[in-house]
């Protein structure tokens, strides 16, 4: 069982590389190979649009023909038994290394067929953990929900399972002191972080796990 975790944030040790970790540490609990990949480590763009992966007869048919640091990330999860993405969000959305990254990985295997029937070949769990200042309610009231329910949407669609996990009012500075921040309570922060996060990075730790117990 080999276990890939995609990090879209630039920070590599912060609230969604921490979830992420803790999934990979749930996978390995049960025994899987483990891999943890910081999108901000590679030199890589989205979708140029060249359309080589649905050519008729095209030999990268199914397959993403732009070559950069994403071709071997995508070579692996061809391989791969789970895939596990992370991302804050940024305005509303995913950031945006993490948004070229999915138009590589999805659009290859989308079909421009009826349902957009999947070209994939396997059914494989994914997990997209998200991670964000508002709180849950926040979130709805902001109206972004939708936004990220086609995300996972589309990891459904291309690999047959997606489950996700919410982080919300997430502790986004090492010290609210030296920021101008007025709309958040520091103090408030330090509660969730003390108290909530500990139970988000359960919830990653046991989707870890769940991922790696046996092959969809
Ligand atoms: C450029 C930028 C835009 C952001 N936009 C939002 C947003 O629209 N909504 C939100 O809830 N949080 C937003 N945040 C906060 C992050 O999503 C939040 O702090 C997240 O947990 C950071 O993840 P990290 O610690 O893994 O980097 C933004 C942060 C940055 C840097």
Redesign the pocket.
Known sequence: MNIMAI?G???KN??????LGKTLEGAQANGAETELVHLYDLNYKGCTSCFACKRKEGKSYGKCAWRDDLTPILQKIEQADAIIM????????V?GQMHAFLERLVFPYLTYTEAHKSIFGRTIKTGFIY????TAQ??EE?G?RPTLSWIEAYLQNTFGHCEALF??D???FDNYDKYVVTIFDEQLKAQVRDTQFPKDCDSAFTMGQRFAEKAL
């Open positions: 990090n944030s630039p920070r912060n609230n969604t590389a921490t979830l992370g991302s804050p969000i940024y305005l509303c959305d950031t991670t964000m200042n508002v926040r979130m902001r972004f982080a919300y997430t502790y986004q």
